[in-house]
């Protein structure tokens, strides 16, 4: 998963900042075949999917936008 969860990452905030995004983030093995919750509390509850940004969801890793939000 963190493979999936770091390129997800990378390309959600190159994408931001209309960065080209490098080749590995795109790779297939950077991606799950079952999407997975990124827990960062075990009480959090499954984010919907219009929560999850697209970058990550595309990814299979489904994590709250405002997880890596800049506090």
């Known amino acids: 998963m963190w493979d999936a969860a770091i390129a997800?990452?990378?390309a959600w905030r190159l994408n931001q900042e209309n960065i080209p995004l490098p080749g590995w983030v795109n790779n297939p093995d950077r991606a799950l075949t079952e999407p997975v919750v990124f827990r960062?509390?075990?009480a959090d509850p499954a984010p919907e999917r219009d929560d999850v940004p697209n970058e990550f969801a595309e990814r299979?890793?489904?994590?709250?936008?405002?997880t890596f939000a800049s506090v």
Do not use: Y
């Open 40 to 42: 960062v509390d075990p």
């Open 8 to 10: 997800a990452l990378v």
């Open 60 to 66: 299979g890793v489904l994590a709250w936008a405002d």
